[in-house]
């Protein structure tokens, strides 16, 4: 890592999902199961500020027009998520979920919350806000030896899932929408890139202990803003994954670098705003007898080629001295956003089938000199301004070094343009409800009821039989409530308890057994039916899959057990039979035979009679 | 120094608070208290019931409510910057387009955000109209008029006859259509008002509103504008119409009838619904297809604006208790529209009293609480019995809009003409047939 003059900082904003049995603003249950029914179309405007702006962000969402599509089922939205309806009161279940964490990052409540309106028209919000509410200030998160300030907690609802995204069409799912969001935003710090996933490890570790944050993929967000200049940031949204954190953050400090190189030696070459004058030019001519297959086939699609003339950026657009750091590529992302393949610019060229001769002439138009620059944008010949514009203006930028900018993670553990960082000009007041007050009274009921920490959990399980791995694993797992539930109200080692909720889940999980089927109601019968010995401890996994993969149903499988159950009469008939089919063994080995009479009676019993019960049967058996 | 008014919202202790430190709403400002500390702009605090909270928003955009018996400290750090709005230019707009004239009532059209206070404040210019909804220059020349600036719910009928002089005004000065902006709540009132004191009207005449507030990015309030605008500019279709959105979604807007209209939801964008008639036209994506004209006998345009509101709606429930009747007697109501059972009932304690108003010469008119459907009194003998007694039955008339008719009746007709008045079809309040398929 190349530091130079530059600090690099990095600050953390977790988005953690709660497990309330509600959505934030409206009494439907977020992961309830359903079909969807309902499929609506929509259009979001922009909305004028005071002064007589829209927000930054907003705007250039609406640039592109788009319809929005929403598909939802009625089990899990209403007619609020459709915004259709005004927000219900916010849900104390949740509210009070915040203010536990808080405490727990001795986070200070703010005395009044009010709920604001974030403008966001990208469809994922079917108002075109999303609702979000601070709900305390200030705190601190210690990882070992380090203590990182907590700056806000705040309470928002989830967006909606997209399901698919096209040039003039987004289509989303209502599901997810409005499902309580508690979001953590520390301080930025100047931290060694693995201290990252340690700090968001612990941070996840520590909402966990609430029992009542969701777990499984999508649950948990992190945002990442990365400074470098002390003054732009850069927000990377939604990385899922704790461990591309540490690439993401050394990507980005490499792209920035590269940038931040690029300012200089614009400087050094003598770049200024004069050099931006000479517009764009349609160079579709040039290409008319191209033998650029790629070129051929969008002219030939009532297609245009524009060229961008790019002062003094010669070699500077494709410099790259980190796998995807290049400026062409940052450009090349920014076009995607309006739904172009990708640019071709000078320092890559002759190259795709386009040859030296098409690029002098463009040079020539561009009245380009030895250190210039030029961009191709291909595309339809009408509406290619915005994007032309848009390159025009990221290459502007580049006097300013980086551009503050929200951009997305890639799978590489690289980072995409998104769109520009909002201003804050993009709040204000969910007149629909009203302040919530957060009384004194409020404040000793959570803080008298916190949570036991990581540690104290941890080893509370450890007191209860569970080794150091599966108490880790039951604790990190989404079913830590309802064990803790089960060891205290069914009469089963929780060391049983604990490994078929995680390891035989998983393992069940990763044969392609869809065990999202099977729910904590189903999970729980299953226990109550093998304490009370309708079920057999080794058929726990035979039953998930009757359930997930056969589509049976739990209390059927329960009905036929209870009808096949064998009597004590018929387990000692079966044994019996064994034995005397083995009599010679018996003979022979006397008490020694047990385990080969057990091998042979489990071939025949297993699933129907606890196997506790068959050895006791054999033993009691080979006595006589 | 200029001090904190009641008006900013604060009373009492923060009041004091404020003043002492000579704050001003929009100041940037630093407090202390016994756990924290805050800094942000001072802003207004408005309709909530505690008295003892300053707001203000951080620099983060969020508000936050400080009680101020935690107050330690409050400092001012700059003074706030007064927001500049910087108006629109009127975009050019072809002069060979209808000339349309858009009024305001009091509901918001358009609307535009201080994200400093969060207040929400209409716009309504006509520069500013098409800068928030640019393809009204697409379809019209439009002018803009505020005409009254008042809830829905407080309208009175005194507030109809000002919008229909208004509207004639407008009509002679030349306009080729008329958009007004109104609150839904009771905008299915006014549309009845409007169409039989407008009866004849040689132009458009369009309500429209918002069931979604226009400050958020997924109002209804523009497509039902543009959809509205539309109608207006293209005169196939004269008298008085209500323009909202067809179904939950931004594409279709449905023109009903002003007298066969009604709010059916509270908050859906499709909560007004035709009854029993289809719609009379739908605008979708800009092209208007006529569905079902009404058959209104054309005459000359003479309106008749005045209404009296010495009339009364009443609801016949179980338990309902007569004197009600008689107290409206007492009170020289002029007529009563009964919104009676089924085809046309109520239970036979009430004829006493409803006789007694009737030999007075109490105007007593029955329709239906079904809403949808026809009434008709010769059926059971309890219908009968209110046929002897002189009720008028009032067919498949809506009873709002028979409540709006009797109001219209009185205010312009004499005593002997209102039960013809009240009878006959004037503007499509009745349907002859009852259709199928509803």
């Known amino acids: 890592m190349s ?70 089922n009625t089990n899990t939205s209403c007619l609020v998520e459709a915004d259709e309806e005004p927000p219900h009161e916010i849900s104390k279940e949740a509210l009070d979920i915040a203010l536990t964490i808080s405490y727990l990052l001795n986070s200070e409540p703010v005395d009044e919350i009010h709920v604001m309106r974030k403008l966001v028209i990208d469809g994922s919000n079917t108002t075109g806000f999303q609702r979000t509410v601070i709900i305390a200030t200030g705190g601190e998160l210690k990882v070992e030896n380090i203590s990182i300030p907590v700056l806000s907690i705040s309470l928002e609802e989830d967006a909606s899932r997209i399901i698919e995204k096209n040039q003039d069409e987004s289509t989303y799912s209502l599901d997810r929408l409005s499902v309580p969001l508690i979001e953590i935003t520390l301080a930025p710090m100047k931290f060694k890139k693995e201290e990252t996933e340690k700090i968001a490890l612990t941070l996840g570790r520590l909402m966990r202990t609430t029992g009542k944050v969701a777990r499984g993929i999508g649950t948990i967000r992190q945002d990442v803003n990365i400074s470098i200049d002390g003054r732009n940031i850069i927000e990377v949204k939604g990385v899922q994954q704790l461990d591309m954190l540490s690439n993401i953050i050394e990507f980005e400090n490499n792209r920035q670098q590269n940038l931040i190189e690029i300012k200089n030696e614009l400087f050094k070459r003598g770049l200024n705003l004069d050099n931006f004058k000479k517009k764009s030019v349609d160079v579709s001519n040039i290409f008319k007898n191209t033998e650029s297959k790629l070129i051929k086939k969008i002219l030939k699609n009532n297609g245009k080629i524009m060229a961008i003339k790019a002062s003094k950026f010669n070699r500077l657009i494709g410099q790259e001295k980190q796998e995807g750091t290049r400026l062409g590529r940052d450009i090349s992302s920014l076009v995607k956003f309006f739904g172009y393949g990708g640019i071709f610019h000078s320092d890559e060229l002759p190259n795709y089938g386009i040859i030296k001769d098409e690029c002098n002439e463009i040079n020539t138009i561009l009245e380009n000199q030895q250190n210039d620059a030029f961009i191709l944008l291909t595309g339809n010949k009408d509406n290619m301004d915005i994007a032309v514009k848009s390159i025009e203006n990221r290459l502007i930028q580049c006097l300013i070094g980086i551009p503050a900018e929200t951009r997305m993670p890639t799978e590489e553990g690289m980072t995409n343009f998104m769109r520009p960082r909002p201003g804050s000009a993009r709040m ?40 150091d791995k599966l108490s880790i694993q039951i604790f990190d797992s989404k079913y830590k409530t309802l064990f803790e539930k089960l060891v205290k109200e069914i009469e089963l080692p929780p060391n049983f308890i604990a490994a078929q909720l995680t390891e035989t889940l998983i393992n069940l999980s990763r044969n392609n057994i869809d065990i999202s089927k099977i729910n904590d109601k189903d999970l729980e019968m299953i226990f109550v039916e093998i304490q009370n010995g309708v079920i057999a401890k080794e058929s726990f996994e035979k039953i998930i899959q009757d359930i997930c993969n056969n589509e049976l149903r739990l209390d059927e499988i329960i009905i036929q057990m209870k009808e096949d159950k064998l009597s004590e009469h018929d387990i000692e008939r079966i044994i019996k039979e064994i034995i005397i089919l083995k009599k010679d063994i018996v003979a022979e080995r006397g008490q020694e035979s047990f385990s080969i009479l057990m091998g042979e009676a489990m071939k025949e019993l297993r699933g129907k009679v606890d196997g506790k019960i068959v050895s006791e049967k054999i033993r009691e058996l080979l006595k006589n | ?68 018996n935690k107050i330690l400290s409050i400092n001012k750090i700059n003074s706030g910057e007064e927001p500049k709005f910087i108006p629109p230019s009127k975009p050019n707009v072809k002069e ?171 908050s859906r964008r499709d909560a007004f619904q035709s009854i029993g008639i289809e719609p009379i036209a739908i605008v979708n994506q800009g092209n208007v297809s006529i569905n079902n004209q009404l058959s209104i006998k054309k005459n000359k345009f003479e309106p008749k604006i005045n209404f009296d509101d010495n009339v009364s709606l009443l609801k016949f429930h179980p338990g309902f208790n007569p004197k009600i009747i008689e107290g409206l007697i007492e009170s020289n109501v002029k007529g009563i529209i009964l919104e009676g059972t089924g085809l046309g009932h109520v239970n036979s304690k009430c004829n006493n009293s409803i006789k007694k108003a009737i030999d007075k010469g109490i105007f007593v008119g029955m329709t239906s609480q079904c809403l949808n459907g026809r009434i008709k009194m010769t059926v059971y003998s309890a219908g009968r019995d209110l046929l002897d007694l002189g009720v008028i039955p009032l067919e498949d008339m809506l009873p709002e809009t028979a409540l709006v008719k009797l109001m219209w009746a009185y205010g312009n007709y004499k005593n002997e003409e209102i039960q013809k008045i009240m009878t006959d079809d004037i503007a499509g309040e009745f349907t002859e047939r009852s259709i199928l398929g509803r």
């Not at chain 2, 008295?51 to 951080?58: A, P, T």
């Not at chain 2, 009175?156 to 709540?185: C, S, Y």
């Not at chain 2, 293209?234 to 909202?244: H, S, T």
């Open chain 1, 3 to 72: 530091d130079n003059n530059y600090e690099l900082k990095v600050g953390l904003e977790i988005h953690q999902q709660l497990a309330s049995s509600t959505k934030l603003f409206c009494r439907c249950n977020g992961f309830n199961e359903g079909d969807d029914e309902i499929y609506f179309n929509r259009i979001l405007r922009p909305t004028q500020s005071e002064l007589g702006k829209t927000d930054h962000a907003a705007l250039f969402e609406s640039r592109k027009a788009k319809k929005m599509k929403y598909i939802a």
């Open chain 2, 1 to 68: 120094m200029r001090e904190l008014s009641e008006l900013s919202g604060y009373k009492n202790k923060p009041l004091k608070m404020l003043n002492n430190a000579g704050i001003q709403i929009g100041d940037f400002i630093k407090i202390i208290t016994k756990t924290s500390e805050y800094s942000g702009n001072i802003l207004p605090r408005y309709e909530y019931s505690n008295e003892d909270f300053i707001v203000i928003k951080m620099s983060n955009g969020y508000n936050i409510g400080i009680d101020s």
């Open chain 1, 428 to 467: 204000y007041p969910e007149t629909d409800i009203i302040p919530v007050r957060i009384t004194d009274k409020k404040r000793s009921e959570i803080k008298n009821s916190l949570p036991e920490s990581y540690e104290k959990q941890l080893d509370n399980y450890k007191q209860i039989g569970l080794n």
């Open chain 2, 96 to 266: 060979s387009l209808p000339k349309i004239s858009i009024l305001g009532t009091g509901g918001t059209i358009a609307s535009r955000i201080d994200y400093k206070t969060g207040a929400v404040n209409p716009a309504f210019s006509a520069e500013e109209l098409y800068s928030i909804i640019p393809e009204l220059s697409e379809y019209a020349n439009i002018n803009t008029e505020l005409i009254s600036n008042i809830a829905s719910e407080q309208m009175n009928p005194e507030d109809w006859k000002n919008i229909a002089e208004q509207v004639v005004k407008k009509i002679n000065d030349g306009n080729q259509g008329i958009v007004i902006g109104h609150g839904t709540d009771t905008m299915a009132y006014t549309s009845a008002a409007l169409s039989f004191a407008l009866v004849n009207s040689p132009i458009p005449i369009i309500l429209t509103g918002a069931q979604r507030s226009t400050d958020r990015p997924s109002s209804d309030a523009s497509l039902n504008m543009i959809s509205s605008v539309i109608v207006a500019s293209e005169r196939k279709l004269n008298g008085v119409y209500l323009a909202m959105h067809s179904s939950i979604e931004d594409n279709e807007v449905s023109i009903h009838s002003g007298t066969r209209v009604r709010k059916n939801h509270t």
